[in-house]
């Protein structure tokens, strides 16, 4: 049973996510088109509703390949049954927050979950992405931020504009990243919630893993220390930020995609990218077992 508990799950959209010991692979390319970067709510039912057929009881980490899947973290953080309420800490370059009139997508998933009885609190750490500053303002989901459900901890980005508003509880904006790490590891010494992890690797700098978003500055011992302190134990986690290239069939999709300035993929990198990016699961892995 112990083994099952920590099988890593990989939901295989995008052919992005290199082999992992006694992983489970979940075939589902066929939806790629209508998940990938967004989807209506319909579309994200029916996505639910196939992962609680397929997917087992107990599991591991759920892979999701790129960051253009983050949104899929909220069908798996819904799927969490228990008593106890639990904090979702969120690592990613961007705040995953912002409004979106189509239904749901990588960049706004993080206030379904906020909506969550079952969520506590939601934490997301490592941004640097200038969403969240004055000029973005209008851009943010304001109500979870405002009823304490969602704290945004960021690193060089001018917040100043959430004194204005009455929000800066919620924002926790640092110098550096060691800085972040530190403040929230003590944080963390007082919190008696366990945790849902999830995990978008483009919170690291290039250096460590490159991705197809704008990158952030964290280091892999900054994201080791913050899973350590995660000590009241892991109800479940997820990872994406794999590099990999899709060229939409919608034209809808094309458009947002180019809109969001998305970094351009090398192909004659790809291999080196992807291995480096295999080599940083490893090492994450090894870390969520030891909070599972």
Same mark, same amino acid.
């Given at each position: 049973?112990?083994?099952? /508990?920590?099988?890593?799950?990989?939901?295989?959209?995008?052919?992005?996510?290199?082999?992992?010991?006694?992983?489970?692979?979940?075939?589902?390319?066929?939806?790629?088109?209508?998940?990938?970067?967004?989807? +209506?709510? #319909?579309?994200?039912?029916?996505?639910?509703?196939?992962?609680?057929? *397929?997917?087992?009881?107990?599991?591991?980490?759920?892979?999701?390949?790129?960051?253009?899947?983050?949104? *899929?973290? !909220?069908?798996?953080?819904?799927?969490?049954?228990?008593?106890?309420?639990?904090?979702?800490?969120?690592?990613?370059?961007?705040?995953?927050?912002?409004?979106?009139?189509?239904?749901?997508?990588?960049? +706004?998933?993080?206030?379904?979950? /906020? *909506?969550?009885?079952?969520?506590?609190?939601?934490?997301?750490?490592?941004?640097?992405?200038?969403?969240?500053?004055?000029?973005?303002?209008?851009?943010?989901?304001?109500?979870?931020?405002?009823?304490?459900?969602?704290?945004?901890?960021?690193?060089?980005?001018?917040?100043? !504009?959430?004194?204005?508003?009455?929000?800066?509880?919620?924002?926790?904006?640092?110098?550096?990243?060691?800085?972040?790490?530190? /403040?929230?590891?003590? $944080? %963390?010494?007082? %919190? #008696?919630?366990?945790?849902?992890?999830?995990?978008?690797?483009?919170?690291? #700098?290039?250096?460590?893993? $490159?991705?197809?978003?704008? %990158?952030?500055?964290?280091?892999?011992?900054?994201?080791?220390?913050?899973?350590?302190? *995660?000590?009241?134990?892991?109800?479940?986690?997820?990872?994406?930020?794999?590099?990999?290239?899709?060229?939409?069939?919608? !034209?809808?999709? $094309?458009?947002?995609?180019?809109?969001?300035?998305?970094?351009?993929?090398?192909?004659?990198?790809?291999?080196?990218? %992807?291995?480096?990016?295999?080599?940083?699961?490893?090492?994450?892995?090894?870390?969520?077992?030891?909070?599972?």
């Amino acid at each position: 049973m112990g083994e099952l /508990a920590h099988r890593p799950v990989v939901l295989d959209i995008d052919r992005s996510v290199g082999p992992l010991p006694g992983r489970l692979v979940l075939p589902l390319e066929h939806w790629q088109e209508s998940i990938r970067f967004g989807c +209506s709510l #319909a579309t994200m039912r029916r996505f639910r509703t196939m992962l609680d057929e *397929l997917l087992p009881e107990r599991h591991g980490t759920v892979f999701t390949g790129s960051g253009d899947f983050h949104h *899929l973290s !909220w069908p798996l953080i819904e799927r969490v049954h228990g008593d106890t309420p639990f904090q979702v800490v969120v690592l990613d370059n961007h705040p995953d927050n912002m409004r979106f009139p189509f239904g749901v997508h990588c960049g +706004s998933w993080v206030r379904k979950v /906020a *909506l969550l009885p079952q969520v506590s609190h939601v934490h997301v750490l490592g941004i640097t992405s200038h969403d969240i500053g004055a000029g973005h303002a209008w851009e943010n989901y304001l109500a979870p931020l405002r009823r304490g459900k969602l704290s945004y901890w960021s690193i060089g980005v001018d917040t100043g !504009w959430s004194r204005r508003f009455g929000l800066a509880h919620a924002f926790h904006g640092f110098d550096t990243p060691a800085a972040l790490v530190d /403040a929230f590891v003590e $944080r %963390q010494r007082t %919190q #008696a919630a366990p945790s849902y992890l999830s995990i978008n690797k483009d919170v690291f #700098a290039p250096e460590v893993a $490159r991705t197809n978003w704008d %990158q952030g500055r964290l280091q892999l011992d900054h994201a080791l220390a913050l899973i350590d302190s *995660l000590r009241r134990g892991l109800v479940g986690s997820d990872i994406n930020g794999e590099v990999s290239h899709y060229r939409y069939k919608s !034209w809808w999709k $094309r458009r947002l995609s180019a809109l969001m300035a998305q970094p351009a993929i090398d192909p004659a990198q790809l291999t080196d990218w %992807q291995a480096q990016q295999h080599a940083l699961n490893l090492q994450l892995l090894a870390a969520i077992a030891a909070r599972s």
